[in-house]
């Protein structure tokens, strides 16, 4: 091979190379403008002020008040009044057992929001897991099955079966009673 052929053939080589290496830059400029992220929607950053304006209406005491998250027994519930009072507790967690009412479950639920006079109403939460754990027992609550028997539904083709005549307590049936 001469000189001259092999010139021709580095020329040749790099004439194919520089549209390659082109083409690879502006791909890269093509996907990062693609990844861009949309702008929340309003809903969102509303949201999140409110949250922000209410954190900063928080004195440290109630700061620290509202990662705390205690247990009581469901019977003895009106006893934690006075710590979500005093400590700005964040949530309350009833365990135990009971035959409450929805209606008696929700005089609770407003007993503990009305103690937290200063500070952001506590999550009042149930030990509820179905099974032999479920602290509401009443008429009013639908049993939730054992989590052995929950492993055993088909999630990948819709809602878990809930009984269609399990009582209503807003947006979840009373069995999944959630605190508002």
């Known amino acids: 091979m001469t000189w ?18 082109t083409a690879c830059q502006a791909s890269t400029a093509e996907v990062t403008v693609a990844t861009a992220s949309p702008a929340p929607p309003a ?19 109630q700061r620290v008040g509202q990662l705390l998250m205690v247990g009581v027994d469901v ?18 967690l009833l ?9 008696q479950a929700k005089k609770i639920t407003d007993t503990l929001h009305d103690a937290a006079a200063d500070a952001p109403r506590p999550i009042v939460a149930v030990d509820q897991e179905g ?24 999630v990948g083709r819709g809602t878990p079966p809930i009984p269609l005549n399990a009582p209503s307590c807003g ?3 009373c069995g999944w009673l959630a605190s508002t």
């Open 131 to 154: 099974g032999a754990n479920q602290t509401l027992r009443a008429n009013d609550f639908y049993d939730i099955p054992s989590a052995a028997e929950q492993a055993t539904w088909d």
């Open 171 to 173: 947006p979840a049936p």
């Open 95 to 103: 365990t135990g057992s009971t035959e409450l009412t929805v209606g």
């Open 43 to 61: 809903e969102v950053i509303a949201a999140e002020k409110r949250a922000q304006t209410t954190l900063e209406s928080l004195d440290r005491a």
């Open 4 to 21: 001259g052929s092999r010139r021709s053939g580095v020329a040749a080589l790099a004439a194919l190379t520089l549209p390659l290496i």
């Open 75 to 92: 019977r003895a519930a009106t006893r934690a009044t006075a710590w979500v009072s005093r400590y700005h507790l964040g949530g309350v």
